[in-house]
């Protein structure tokens, strides 16, 4: 069983540079997050989805878009990379049923991104 | 606003010694809390949760942790640390609609041999 797959794992970007970050979940979760990562700062939610065609804004999605077509796929878009997007990327899914129903959520190995 | 305080960025222990990392939450009900832990380059592994009934909750890998509702607090504990407890501990906090995870800045935990 994979879980929350993100792809790539590592990826530098130049300054205004696009690109999308890859979160499948092979787990038929409804609910996906995306979290960034700054040291010291702990983890801070940028977009969130109830399911296929719902998303949310987390506390920091500036900079950020995401779309859901489907259950498994829930990518990460940055259209103008900034140095501040400098960070360690984490997508995470739960399942609001069953014995996970307590908002457990799995996460992904991480994406780390620089910006220069 | 809901907001979960981790106070200690560091935090060194030898080898065999017990361990209690503090965590406090601000939260306007009764809070879903957890625990994670995370590895250099891995990403989070869920230690322990609370969601209700008894305060003192055991988790993987040996370690327990005591919700006090009076301290707003949920501190994670383990009696003897091993080598390879070293790592970033997390606690965070969620509601239970969308199940968003509000994160303390975490705890580096050290274990000198």
């Known amino acids: 069983n994979a879980g929350v797959t993100q792809t790539p794992k590592f990826r530098i970007l130049k300054i205004g540079q696009s690109m999308t970050l890859q979160c499948t979940q092979d787990?038929?979760?409804?609910?996906m997050y995306w979290y960034r990562q700054d040291p010291g700062m702990g983890l801070k939610l940028i977009y969130y989805?109830?399911?296929?065609?719902?998303?949310d804004k987390g506390e920091v999605p500036n900079g950020y878009n995401v779309s859901r077509s489907t259950t498994e796929d829930f990518p990460l878009r940055l259209e103008l990379a900034a140095p501040s997007q400098t960070s360690v990327y984490f997508c995470?899914?739960?399942?609001?049923?069953?014995?996970?129903?307590?908002?457990?959520?799995?996460f992904g190995a991480g994406t780390r991104l620089s910006v220069l | 606003a809901q907001s979960v305080t981790q106070p200690d960025i560091h935090i060194t222990v030898s080898e065999g010694a017990s361990l209690e990392l503090r965590c406090n939450y601000s939260y306007g009900a009764t809070p879903y809390l957890f625990w994670y832990v995370q590895s250099p380059g891995q990403g989070l592994q869920l230690l322990l949760k609370?969601?209700?009934?008894?305060?003192l909750v055991q988790g993987i890998k040996g370690f327990e942790a005591e919700f006090k509702r009076s301290q707003s607090s949920f501190n994670l504990r383990k009696p003897s640390v091993h080598w390879s407890d070293a790592a970033e501990y997390f606690c965070a906090v969620s509601s239970s609609n969308t199940g968003k995870l509000i994160f303390g800045q975490g705890t580096t935990l050290q274990v000198k041999p």
């Open positions: 609370y969601f209700s009934g008894d305060t």
């Open positions: 995470a899914s739960r399942s609001p049923e069953g014995r996970d129903a307590k908002n457990i959520q799995y």
């Open positions: 989805s109830v399911g296929a065609g719902i998303t």
């Open positions: 787990m038929n979760h409804n609910y």
